[in-house]
Structures are given as structure tokens and as C-alpha cells.
């Protein structure tokens, strides 16, 4: 038997939306849980993210009387990812869509508010069972009451900013709605100025409103640069885990139960060409190396999806700057997307992830692409990526950032071949015109148009290329974070190859498969089922802890001890 330094119900490695779901749960519960983080910051990918959560048939919406139903949620889910293994098999996604009231109601009563991202649609609203509206958020919220644990929140931000301020404030330069958000996220700033609550919005708000609930509120105890070491296993089961915290070996016991929750391995670059054949671009949490993946392995646990990402578009890096991942900028009429050559591969509209694939399809992810604007895409659209003075003078110091008069010296400027660009551009501002784009259907769906400008006609993604000067990005293939891990039943418990259950051992979030397969449903498909899985995955604990008691109650057996 293993002596332990410490011992609790649960053990959460990561502090991400899984993690902080699986603690938020476990203090539902009334188990004592411990969180570990194997960095100085908490708050995982989802405190860098959006926060949108992707949650059909939720709460919000019946409240609002917008249908939804179980049967339409799980008839999408089937017509966007379809059979891709154990991890997105019909089970799995039934137990994604069942756990969605539990999650809205449990964080509502713990303090958690929620907004619904009314004109958000999934990413393929024409499918069979598509919807526009489903995702969720945490609503803008003070930051002061973490106290202490703001300073150590990851990308920590005072922007009050919301799911729909970002993309009407991407034309808040050309359309009244958008110069009316505009005002209204100033206002919500200098709101929170005055008042000295330090709103945070998006991923910040996420984090904050479930670090609240758990860390402060619930009492959780968190050790930051605490990585893990190894598994404890007895009689094959999990009952604990080692880290290594201030110089020391630790040996935290688990009752119940360890969820990993710590990440993919996008900042593993050997892992990464290994497994993707790509070195990667990735936008999230640098301390995602992939170690407690490797760990699962090391004691059984069977994995899938490892060669894919939450892929998209990034702006390239610089020397003093990250890739930034592009969204609605590259939605927008007078830009167009080209490969090296000059010419299009994919709707520069469509879902991040169908682009990223298109990428890797098109040149296995080589590039380089260039992202094109006319002169009136710069003075009528905000780029979030040329907002810091400093980034766009090192853009344009590195050749990232490329400006000229003509498209023939465009053409030369970003080594394309001049014919073929020239070519490229003459057919793209002929569906401009038109309104159709003939070649990869951009402007089609309803997922393009969000993203688009309402008062361009006749298609608000698509205007023609052809008042100068121009200006042209360097893109490369970037992501959101890997989407491969361990493959966990529909309570997130780890599986082995054989499909048999690793006793004590629970994965979510990027740490496990994900249910989505290869696709990216709906705005916020990575953190809603993390939030979900962790959740069902301590309910599925305190289940067994209730049971084991009931049974053993003869014996005096006591579960849920405070550490």
C-alpha cells in the first residue's frame, strides 16, 4: 500500500474548462478535490479562448422558446461527424447532449451566468438538425473576488468583451450595428473602470466564474507548477499520482478517482511531427506538452485522433509575436485567400477547422499563404491582428505584413507566379460581382454570412479585388490545440484497447478523444464537452462512492473525509 502525503476524493490535473468543471462538481458533491497545474498560470487553453461553450438542446434556449430538441442535437451531430471511432461513437454523443442541463443548472446554482450567443450558427446550419444560437457564455463579470489567484490566471485581461461584440466589431467601422457595439463594449470598459470591478469577458470570464466557485468559493485547494509525475496504481486501479512540487516529490492519494484534464500536446513539437507530420503554429496553452497522455499510455489507456487538431488559419509569427488565429477577418468582402503560386484552395469563410484540413489537403500545411485585402477591406474593417503598433511593425519588418501599389508588384513582393494570381484575382472579382462564388461556394451558408458584411450585396462575403493599395498577410497553418487523447467511455472513465475500464482513471477535454471525431459542430465545440464530461465524470464517482458506502455499511466505511 502506497503512504501518501496527501489524500482526497478527487485529483484534477489541469485547471482548463475540464478541470475546473470536474472540481465544480466534486464541491457539488461535497467531495474534497484537489487541483493541480503543471504551470505557474491556471485557467488552461479556455482562459486564451472565446468561452463559448457549444451546448444544444441547453436550458437558455428553452427558457427563450428557441426549439431545440435531443432528437435534432444528436440527428446534427450525426450528420457532421458521423462514425469516427470509440471516442465520437453514438453513445458518447448521447451522453454529451444528456449532460448539457446538468452542467447550465449546476454552475447557475453555484454563482454562473450564463448569455446564449443569439446569432451565432453551428458551422453547418443547412444540416440536417442545424441550428443558429446554441452556444453559450459566461457573461462579463468582475474579477476582483478571485483576489490573489487574478494574478496568476493565464492571459489575464480586464476586456469585458462578449461572443457577439467580436464579430459585429469586426465592421464596427463600416455598419451602424457594428459602431453601436462598439460603443456599447467602450462603455462596458470604462463601466467597469469607473466602478473598479475589473470585468473580464470571454475566456477570462469563463475561468474567472468557475475559478470563483471552486477555488475561492468551494474552498479548492490549487498547487500551480506542480506537474505530474507518474500514476499510482494498486491491484490495477488508480488510487493517486505523484507531482513534483517545490523541488519535491509529492504523493497525492485519490479516493475516487484522477481526471486528467491537462491538455493535448500542440506545444510538443516532436509529438507533433510525429504523430501530424507538422511542427505546428498553436495559439494555445504552451504548457500543453502532452506528458499526462503519455502517462494514461504508459498504464494502459488506448488512444485516437492523434494525428488531428482544432485546426484553422493563423496570421504568421514574428520574432517578438505569436500566430494569431483568424476568424471573422478572413470572412470579410475584398480579401481573398492564395496558395504560394496565387491561387485559391478553399472558402476562406468556412469553418476554421474545414479550412485547416483544406491546408493540409492542399500542401500538407506547407505554404505559405497570403491573405489579400484591397484598400477598402483597411478602411472599413477592424484586424484584431494589427491592433498593437509594436506586432504590425514586426510584421512588417519580417515580411509578414506586405504592402504595394499594383497587384503585379503584390505578385512579386510575395513570390506568387504573376499569371497565375492574376488569373486568380480576374475569376474572383467575377463571382464577386455576380454574387456566386462558382469555385468553393463562399457566401453559401448562413456560418459565412455571420461573419460577412450585411451591406455588401449581392453577397456580403465577397467583393472584388481591385482598388489599390493592397496589402497582403502571411498565413499559416495554425490551431486551437490537438483534439487526440485518451479514449474514455460516456462518464469520461479511460479506456483500454479491449474496451475495458482502467479503474480510478478519467480523462477530458483535449487530454481525452473528443466526441466531435474530425470536425468542428458548432462555436464552442472543445470547451462544451470538457465542461460536460468533467462534470459527468465526478458524478459518475460520487455514484460509486454512494454505492460503496451502501454496501459497506456494516463496516463503518466513510467516503468524502476532508484531506
Not at 81 to 109: P, Q, Y
Not at 361 to 380: K, N, Q, S, T
Request: glycine share 14%.
Amino acid at each position: 500500500m502506497t503512504t501518501f502525503d496527501h489524500t482526497f476524493d478527487v485529483v484534477v490535473v489541469g485547471t482548463g474548462s475540464a478541470g475546473l468543471s470536474t472540481a465544480l462538481g466534486a464541491v457539488d458533491e461535497g467531495l474534497s478535490v484537489l487541483l493541480v497545474e503543471s504551470t505557474e498560470k491556471w485557467g488552461g487553453s479556455t482562459a486564451m479562448s472565446g468561452g463559448g461553450m457549444w451546448l444544444p438542446d441547453n436550458p437558455l434556449m428553452a427558457r427563450a422558446g428557441v426549439g431545440d430538441s435531443r432528437e435534432e442535437s444528436l440527428a446534427y451531430m450525426e450528420a457532421t461527424i458521423g462514425e469516427c471511432g470509440a471516442a465520437a461513437s453514438r453513445e458518447r454523443k448521447e451522453a454529451f447532449v444528456d449532460g448539457v442541463d446538468d452542467l447550465v443548472t449546476t454552475a447557475e446554482r453555484h454563482g454562473v451566468t450564463f448569455a446564449r450567443a443569439t446569432d451565432y450558427p453551428d458551422y453547418y446550419p443547412e444540416r440536417p438538425g442545424g441550428k443558429i444560437g446554441r452556444s453559450i457564455e459566461v457573461k462579463p463579470l468582475s474579477s476582483k473576488p478571485l483576489g490573489p489567484h487574478w494574478d496568476t490566471l493565464r492571459n489575464a485581461m480586464a476586456l469585458p468583451a462578449m461572443t457577439d461584440d467580436v464579430w459585429e466589431l469586426g465592421r464596427s467601422w463600416s455598419t451602424v450595428s457594428g459602431m453601436v457595439r462598439g460603443v456599447r463594449v467602450v462603455s462596458r470598459v470604462l463601466g467597469g473602470v469607473v466602478t473598479g470591478r475589473r470585468l473580464v469577458g470571454i475566456g477570462n470570464a469563463w475561468a474567472t466564474a468557475f475559478g470563483r466557485a471552486t477555488i475561492v468559493d468551494g474552498n479548492v485547494p490549487m498547487w500551480l507548477s506542480s506537474p505530474l509525475g507518474e500514476l499510482v496504481v494498486e491491484d490495477g486501479r488508480v488510487v493517486g499520482i505523484t507531482v513534483e512540487r517545490e523541488g519535491s516529490t509529492v504523493r497525492v492519494g485519490a479516493r475516487l478517482g484522477v481526471m486528467l484534464a491537462s491538455g493535448g500536446f500542440e506545444a510538443n513539437r516532436e509529438w507533433r511531427l510525429a504523430h501530424q507530420g507538422v511542427e505546428g503554429t498553436p495559439s494555445g496553452n504552451p504548457g500543453n506538452l502532452g506528458a499526462p497522455i503519455a502517462e494514461a499510455q504508459r498504464r494502459g489507456a488506448t488512444v485516437e485522433l492523434m494525428d488531428d487538431a482544432w485546426w484553422g488559419a493563423s496570421i504568421a509569427p514574428t520574432s517578438t509575436t505569436g500566430p494569431s488565429f483568424i476568424v471573422g477577418e478572413r470572412s470579410m468582402p475584398y480579401s481573398l485567400m492564395v496558395d504560394a503560386r496565387g491561387a485559391r484552395f478553399a472558402n476562406e469563410s468556412e469553418s476554421y477547422v474545414d479550412l485547416g484540413h483544406h491546408m493540409l489537403e492542399h500542401d500538407g500545411g506547407a505554404g505559405p499563404y497570403w491573405m489579400i485585402l484591397d484598400a477598402r477591406y483597411l478602411r472599413r474593417y477592424f484586424r484584431t491582428f494589427a491592433m498593437d503598433p509594436r506586432a504590425t511593425k514586426a510584421m512588417r519588418a519580417e515580411g509578414v505584413e506586405v504592402r504595394a501599389k499594383t497587384l503585379a508588384e503584390l505578385a512579386t513582393a510575395i513570390g506568387a507566379d504573376h499569371a497565375t494570381l492574376r488569373a486568380t484575382i480576374e475569376r474572383f472579382n467575377g463571382f464577386a460581382r455576380a454574387g456566386v462564388d462558382g469555385d468553393f461556394a463562399r457566401g453559401d451558408s448562413a456560418y459565412d454570412r455571420y461573419y460577412g458584411d450585411p451591406t455588401v450585396r449581392p453577397n456580403n462575403n465577397l467583393g472584388t479585388i481591385e482598388r489599390g493599395p493592397f496589402v497582403a498577410y502571411k498565413v499559416v497553418l495554425g490551431d486551437l490545440g490537438t483534439k487526440g487523447g485518451v479514449v474514455t467511455d460516456v462518464d469520461g472513465r479511460a479506456l483500454r484497447a479491449d474496451g475495458s475500464v482502467i479503474e480510478g482513471l478519467y480523462a477530458a477535454g483535449n487530454a481525452s478523444a473528443s466526441v466531435m471525431g474530425r470536425t468542428y459542430p458548432g462555436p464552442g465545440s472543445t470547451i462544451g464537452p470538457a465542461a460536460v464530461f468533467g462534470l459527468r465524470a465526478v458524478r459518475r464517482m460520487a455514484r460509486e462512492a454512494r454505492d460503496a458506502v451502501s454496501s459497506s455499511a456494516d463496516t463503518g466505511d466513510e467516503v468524502g473525509a476532508q484531506a
